[in-house]
């Protein structure tokens, strides 16, 4: 059996799991276990002889076992799980392999699919490698996708952070990132703590007199937040409501 077929059982038992947890068997619920631990092994054991597996395949198989190892704790009370202790870690190592063939939606699906902290750590390691190695454009990142990339960074690789500062600015003084004021505020503005806490940007001194285009860029934008007339009728239909009720509950 190869790759994609225990991919695909592993949907089944994700999907007849569903029917057992609407029945509260356990003793269907001890066979869908079995079935899936040795489908987990099956799988392991395909991948250590052979690197040439799709990542996409790899993904789904780790999200269908995410769902059924939840469905199973939950059903045990936290008293059986699947070991997928060795599946997670193969599953590293075949998107470190593929990592300069992905692109930037498969690459997050990726990180986010592994739980544990060292092996996240390890995609991260790749990532940052083929972007300095230039085996992954960096350009086709949307301003979204950039921002989520500089939160991993920050998170996984902090040491890094400085070259995404750099870079930013960069594209701001090239033109490249002229909508950046027009990205979601709560993004802008976490990317602006992280290079603030950093020490990339510092609001006293010369700062001030001679901002970075980041800077100018996260300001201009609070500056939208807060005199954005459609957020101030909000912010005043909120008040008037809120003195409405009032004044039903004085007349009550």
Known sequence: MDDRNICRVLSILNKQLKSVERS??????????Q????????????????MDIDYATVFWAN????????????????????????????????????????????LFASLNMIDDPSLKKRIM??????????????RKFSLEQLCELV??????????????????ETG???????????LEFKKLQKMFCLFSDRGFISRQGAEVENPSKF???FLLALKD???????KDERIAKVEAARNKKHVKRNV
């Not at 509260?24 to 276990?33: A, C, F, G, K, P």
């Not at 790749?126 to 085996?135: A, C, H, P, V």
């Not at 960074?153 to 870079?167: C, M, N, W």
């Not at 937040?225 to 957020?231: A, N």
């Open 125 to 138: 390691d790749s990532i940052m490698d083929n972007l300095k190695q230039k085996k992954l454009n960096i």
């Open 35 to 50: 079935r899936t631990q040795h489908f987990v092994d099956r799988f392991v054991d395909l991948i250590t002889r052979r």
């Open 151 to 168: 939160d991993a960074v920050a998170e996984h690789r902090p040491e890094d952070l400085s070259v995404f500062y750099e870079y930013i």
């Open 215 to 217: 800077y100018t860029v």
């Open 24 to 33: 509260h068997s356990n003793d269907e619920l001890q066979i869908v276990t």
């Open 225 to 231: 937040q807060l005199f954005d007339p459609t957020k």
């Open 63 to 106: 999200r269908f076992l995410r769902d059924i190892n939840n469905t199973i704790k939950e059903m045990s009370h936290g008293n059986h799980e699947i070991d997928t202790r060795a599946f997670s870690a193969q599953s590293c190592y075949i998107v470190q392999d593929q990592v300069s063939t992905m692109n930037p939606r498969a």
């Open 172 to 182: 701001l003084e090239s033109g490249f990132f002229k909508n950046m004021r027009r």
